[in-house]
């Protein structure tokens, strides 16, 4: 038995199925979009920017390994010695973003998906940015009051 790309490739090209079990996720009655905005059970919160900067969607639970991912990123564990104190500052507020933000509405367009809210996490206004950075502190001290903002 080959197991393989090479060979999935070619059962599907020859109209075979590769013996063994199901060829995709979607024959088991599974969708999984990895884009999806939060798990249905996931609890959130929403955080309303200022009026024109948008409407912030968070998650209001943080696994204990994430937490201690934050903490070494706050240590500096995850960072180069010669980084400057403002990049590490910037890598703490990217890092909570990542973790909490599921959504995030500007002037009436939804970004989900962490893929893309990081890109617009990235190409934001320096008033978006700093919206975005006072909504996670209060956001850290509303739901993690044992975690030091950035």
């Known amino acids: 038995m080959t197991v393989g790309k090479r060979s999935r490739r070619r059962g599907k090209a020859g109209g ?10 979607a024959d088991l009655g599974l969708d999984l979009d990895l884009d999806s905005a939060a798990p249905p059970d996931a ?25 201690a991912e934050y903490a070494a990123v706050r240590r500096g564990d995850r960072s ?13 507020v990217e890092f909570l973003y990542e ?9 009436g367009v939804p970004t989900t998906g962490q893929k893309h809210l990081l890109k617009r996490l990235r190409v934001a ?17 509303a739901h993690f009051p044992d975690l030091q903002a950035p």
């Open 16 to 25: 075979e199925r590769v013996a063994g079990g199901p060829s995709s996720f």
């Open 43 to 67: 609890a959130t919160a929403q955080v309303a920017l200022r009026d024109e900067l948008g409407l912030l969607t968070l998650r209001t639970a943080m696994s204990p390994g994430t937490r």
């Open 80 to 92: 180069s010695p010669s980084a400057m104190r403002e990049d590490a500052w910037h890598r703490e």
């Open 99 to 107: 973790r909490l933000v599921v959504g995030w509405e500007v002037a």
């Open 125 to 141: 206004t320096r008033d978006e940015r700093a919206a975005v950075r006072d909504a996670l502190r209060g956001h850290l001290a």
